[in-house]
């Protein structure tokens, strides 16, 4: 058998062993299925409630444990924030408290199914107090609607102005009713009679 032969058999058969051994490497290997997405921004100050929403292959993660972790441009990233379950169709959320305003990176990483997203997020310094996004319950919506209710439920000025010169009117009525002299059964065009004149005498008697 000459070297050629030998060399062709050769080539053949660590061709077979590779067909038999199938793809190997990264072009095998099983892609995540776990996607998030960021719904919802709400600024407070320099505290920013995040809602983001983690789906395993289209359908709703219900069962993920998700996390938020915040880096400066420059510096040392913050320790990460368990995000809470909010409903049954995916919706993670969670308040992440910046130490110093400016450009941020944050990255929301899911376990079950695995998913990472980064964001930039600009944070500006602001006056402290609660936050209420509209649709997450966490009190500012509830809070606006008081107002609301409390500037719905004022009377009117116009209305609360009549009632003041009703009470007034009806007031100044009764103290010109007391006021006024009562009436003598004299007083009046049927009280005027005059005294009736004396009868005339006999003839003589000096009466006229």
Do not use: C
């Not at 420059?74 to 320790?79: A, D, F, I, K, P």
């Not at 993670?92 to 990255?107: C, N």
């Not at 009764?174 to 003598?184: D, E, I, Q």
């Amino acid at each position: 058998m000459t070297n050629r032969v030998r060399l062709t058999l050769a080539a053949l058969a660590a061709a077979a062993a590779l067909l038999a051994a199938g793809p190997s490497g990264p072009a095998g290997a099983q892609e995540d299925s776990g996607e998030i997405e960021l719904e919802a921004v709400h600024p407070a100050g320099q505290s920013i409630h995040f809602i983001v929403r983690v789906t395993d292959s289209g359908d709703p993660a219900n069962d993920a444990s998700v996390t938020a972790m915040a880096q400066p441009l420059s510096g040392e990233s913050l320790s990460p924030v368990n995000l809470t379950r909010d409903d049954d169709d995916g919706h993670y959320s969670g308040p992440v408290e910046f130490p110093s305003a400016g450009l941020w990176t944050v990255r929301f990483v899911s376990t079950n199914p695995d998913a990472t997203l980064e964001v930039d997020q600009e944070v500006t310094a602001g006056t402290e107090g609660e936050f209420a996004p509209e649709d997450d319950g966490t009190g500012d919506s509830a809070q606006a609607a008081d107002e609301d209710g409390d500037e719905e439920e004022g009377l009117p000025i116009w209305l609360i102005v009549l009632a003041v010169v009703v009470v007034i009117g009806g007031a100044l009525a009764a103290l010109a009713l007391r006021s006024k002299p009562p009436t003598s059964p004299g007083d009046g065009p049927e009280g005027d009679e005059s005294e009736p004149e004396p009868a005339a005498g006999p003839p003589g008697s000096g009466t006229p």
